[in-house]
């Protein structure tokens, strides 16, 4: 069974760098997933792709972040990284890692896109 976990600060300042780690276990099961995505859904709004990391190691950001957004990959620990530089409380979102079988680059996401996701972890920008 395939299991996502996300972990970093939950409350960041303002013009931060905010850095996040999703760490995967599963095994074998993973060897199937070939796109890992960072996808974040802020308060009162929907699901929001900012970028992911292909098996092939190319790396897909969202342009709509204007540059910010850094992805990366630890395949020895079984974990990939968000950086996400210059935040300001728009930023404010619960933040998901999620992984799946299709490479997919709409800025809007659904439930389904995805076939595995970790269960999110609140991120607050404020001073």
């Known amino acids: 069974q395939v299991q996502l976990q996300e972990s970093g600060p939950g409350l960041v300042k303002p013009s931060q760098t905010l850095s996040l780690t999703c760490t995967v276990s599963g095994g074998s099961d993973t060897t199937n997933l070939i796109y890992w995505s960072w996808i974040r859904q802020p308060p009162g709004k929907g699901l929001e792709w900012m970028g992911g990391?292909?098996?092939?190691?190319?790396?897909f950001n969202n342009p709509s972040l204007k540059s910010r957004t850094s992805i990366s990959r630890d395949t020895a620990k079984g974990q990939f990284t968000l950086q996400l530089s210059s935040v300001t409380p728009e930023d404010t979102a619960v933040y998901y890692c999620a992984s799946g079988r299709t490479l997919r680059l709409t800025s809007v996401v659904a439930r389904s896109d995805y076939d595995y996701w970790g269960q999110g972890t609140q991120v607050t920008v404020s001073s």
């Open positions: 990391i292909h098996s092939s190691g190319s790396v």
